[in-house]
């Protein structure tokens, strides 16, 4: 089993539609958690941490469930801009090695 | 302007050929990794430098080569002993290795390929 899980997607919404990705983590000892941004060719990009009560940051809504072991993230009157794929990330306690998820990808048409 | 560089963009190996990859930060951060990241899967961690003159081995180290001679400085050698080295290279950087400080920034990337 992978440490993280992702849908590789794609998922295909119009503009203005809500979407959400999940993300499993196998780790129990996962301590931190965070979701990037990858653009096609491009590098990671940070997009926002994900705290235990849950963080919103604009249109962005990030929520952990530890007894699940899984991360989401919400996105909001998706964008054409918010066409990429969204990597999830996780720390692991004791080692402090960050673990990608292998990314879903995101498009998102007019 | 603050950031990781990463350089070449592009780079191209030949058979039996070393070649090294530069990655340099100015946002004095004590912490620097190099990725590795092949179509469909995510980033692999190649090797990892927690201060000048230390590193130590990621999960898939073997035909590569790290210095850390300098703060700033972090190049990647990708030996001839690596037999599958065509992939996007990435560097990254952070504060510290530990805690909430561990939030990593990417250079722009290197793609070898080989010829």
């Known amino acids: 089993r992978k440490e993280v899980e992702q849908d590789p997607g794609p998922f295909n919404v119009p503009e203005g539609a809500t979407v959400a990705f999940n993300c499993t983590y196998s780790?129990?000892?996962?301590?931190?958690f965070f979701w990037y941004r990858q653009d096609c060719r491009k590098e990671p990009k940070l997009l926002m941490s994900?705290?235990?009560s849950g963080n919103e940051d604009g249109r962005f809504t990030a929520q952990l469930n530890r007894a699940s072991q899984y991360i989401s993230l919400l996105i909001r009157d998706s964008k054409l801009s918010d066409s990429a794929t969204y990597l999830c990330?996780?720390?692991?306690?004791?080692?402090?090695?960050?673990?990608f998820g292998t990314g879903t990808r995101l498009l998102v048409s007019p | 302007d603050g950031g990781i560089t990463q350089s070449p963009k592009y780079l191209f190996r030949k058979e039996g050929q070393n070649v090294t990859l530069s990655c340099e930060q100015n946002?004095?951060?004590?912490?620097m990794y190099w990725y590795r990241q092949d179509p469909g899967q995510g980033l692999r961690l190649i090797y990892y430098?927690?201060?000048?003159?230390?590193?130590q081995k990621g999960d898939i180290a073997e035909g590569y080569s790290v210095s850390r001679e300098k703060k700033e400085s972090f190049p990647l050698t990708v030996t001839s002993a690596q037999k599958n080295p065509t992939a996007f290279y990435l560097c990254?950087?952070?504060?510290?290795?530990?805690?909430?400080?561990?939030?990593?920034?990417f250079g722009a990337g290197t793609r070898l390929s080989v010829l």
């Open positions: 990254a950087s952070s504060i510290s290795r530990t805690g909430a400080k561990n939030i990593q920034y």
């Open positions: 780790n129990s000892a996962s301590q931190s």
């Open positions: 994900v705290y235990s």
């Open positions: 990330v996780v720390r692991v306690t004791g080692f402090q090695k960050l673990v």
């Open positions: 946002l004095n951060h004590d912490a």
């Open positions: 430098s927690q201060i000048v003159n230390d590193f």
